[in-house]
DNA sequence: CTTTAACCGAGACGGTACGTCGTGTCTTAAC
DNA sequence: GTTAAGACACGACGTACCGTCTCGGTTAAAG
């Protein structure tokens, strides 16, 4: 695994430092947990999802999920990314800007189909509160983030794309499209945005 | 009014066909209920706003809330937009690369503070269902990204603009970062992300 | 019409002496309630009757039924009697005993099949306050019970009848026992009933 | 306890068949519901009453009410039995007809004052739906119904009562004076009725 | 090999809000 | 000046979930 990296059921790696007493968590429970959340996320949106639909589904109490996670949002988030499963790094490309473009198809990849859907009513659960909002950047969104600032840092660098531009605006244009056409309710990424976004990005950032 | 118009609070004009029996709305009712709305958003946030603490702060019966808004964004958004108010139109700029970067400013202007942050909480809500979604558009979004897009045809076809570009990615891009940096935790736009998105449109745009 | 009188539906005779200014009041209105409730009764308790019901399906304002009635109980009991129609007084009968059966027979046949269950109803209704209690019981029950009682009192005097029975008590068991058996979930008054109430009041009442 | 038995409060019996799973009832919850209701009679009627004044009064949820009980009538049934408490069974008299007497006196001690007001209210109450009126004759008036029926069951056989009556036509005429005569708006059973009812069993069932 | 600690399922608990229904009052235009 | 239509403030309904709690019952490491 590498982007989609897994917070809550990966947990705590530093639980080996002292052998815990008492019955160990349940690895079955936290897989039918998640298995739980994406059968009901086939037929139900994320705001009509019940903690208590998923403890039934799952066939656990609801305690045990809030053992395990603060809110519905972080456990559809985990749900999502156990789902999406790990995902290889990239090979570096040639150009930085070949970077680009992989990195961003890789991402539409990622979102094609109804995972986008959930991704984007998981981002707008989380906006209710200060706290779930830091968990889903942190948990999914900073990575993609970052993984782009630092191409685009690195074209600046090596003269391949212009340096007049700023770097967390040029992510904001490239995430934010995706983001906000998924918002308005298109069913999925069509093919015209995803072949004219990468293009789009070249003018913004080459020379 | 021009751009932000409003779909409930001035409601349908045709109503002289017939000339209306009963008791007729209370116009008192209506703006008592955007004022509750505007005054607990101070301190609440959408999500935590309810639809009995709307009636209690107002006044009013639940019922009358449910006569006229089909549910919670409705009124959230309704109340938004009472509050913004009539925005004049945009007086026409000698190039329309000026006049984008208006209408840019007047909606970055519009969203300065505790309203941006509220819009965002309005359209994360209407992620829950396909109505309130086409209820958020239709009645808001809709209109600011036909003003730009417009704008941009027009730019095309008088030359000053690149014509290989797609409309409406570009009104996606542009708009999409504002909700996105929004999104992401932001309090408010900042003056770096305000003077830098104009700039970068004319990347985009330009010839 | 004797015994089932009707207070409401009948109204003030009086209106003639001055003429009424403005629209008068529409007695096809009062029949359309009075028939409204009758037809809604066949298949809704009495509990589940509303005013708002009633005036939809009598084409009326409710306004109209609350200027003419002070509650359910009483619109309801009026539909009662004015379904039930004029009694003709009882012929007078050899033995006051027997006009004791003729009127325990009548008053049974009165309330044969739905009308009991009805009359016990509003009863229950009745009981939520005073008011309505007094009414039901000036409008209906009292006419009955004073029937009876005088004619015990006449065979307490003829010498027909015991002197050291109490007739209230009298009273109170003969038409206690058919409320009460009604009460008990008894659809109907059976044959045995019937037949055996008349024989056991002779039982109570003669020498 | 013998006659008022209580059907919800003291729960089923055989739970030990099979351990409870989960969190157990909360004897608290149940005793501070009926309190509630109690208290609140003292100042309401039981149509005025409503479970969510109850649980409020009660310091509990809405849901743990109808955790328990189906519906209104149900936990006021209880309530009163609660309050009446455990009585004791008669002892057995001399002759069959002083039994009757007991059983009649101990009836009408158990309805003295409040009680039986709140008792008739419940009655009428119950009349609204099949379900309710079942519930509180299974829960209240049936054993008082089959203990004096197997009285007069008893005096017949040992040739102390008349054979020609219907016990059941005696027990409605017995039982209805009383409910008839609390329903026609008597606050309370007058010393004239309770003294007089007792002697006119007599001559109904005696040879 | 018993104690102890943390987990587990089940499900009851006190709450909050939902969206609906009915109440009795009111305010219009129509007749 | 009454009527129908219907909006109004209000209060309660019964339901769904929330997040917490309290049971009996595992499951393991520690004593």
New binding site residues.
């Given amino acids: 695994m590498s982007n989609a990296s897994m917070k809550y059921h990966e947990p705590t790696v530093s639980e080996d430092e002292?052998?815990?007493?008492?019955?160990?968590?349940?690895e079955?429970?936290?897989k039918?947990i998640l298995n739980a959340v994406n059968r009901l996320l086939l037929r139900s949106s994320v705001k009509?999802?019940?903690?208590?639909?998923?403890?039934?589904k799952?066939?656990?109490?609801?305690?045990?999920?809030?053992?395990?996670w603060p809110?519905?949002v972080a456990v559809v988030l985990d749900a999502l990314l156990y789902q999406l499963g790990n995902t290889p790094d990239l090979p570096t490309s040639s150009t930085t800007m070949q970077s680009v473009k992989n990195q961003l198809e890789r991402f539409m990849r990622l979102l094609k189909g109804k995972n986008g859907k959930i991704l984007i009513e998981i981002m707008a659960e989380a906006q209710s509160s200060e706290e779930t909002l830091t968990l889903f950047y942190e948990n999914f969104m900073l990575q993609h983030e970052e993984t782009l600032a630092n191409l685009i840092e690195e074209g600046k660098e090596n003269g391949e794309f212009r340096e007049d531009i700023s770097t967390a605006l040029a992510v904001d244009m490239i995430y934010g499209s995706i983001v906000y056409r998924l918002m308005s309710g298109a069913e999925t990424l069509d093919d015209e945005f995803t072949q004219n976004l990468p293009k789009e990005a070249s003018t913004i950032l080459l020379k």
Avoid at 48 to 56: D, Q
Avoid at 58 to 68: E, N
């Fill in positions: 002292e052998k815990r007493r008492g019955r160990p968590r349940s079955t429970s936290k039918s009509a999802l019940s903690i208590e639909a998923i403890a039934k799952a066939g656990v109490g609801k305690t045990t999920i809030y053992r395990w809110n519905k």
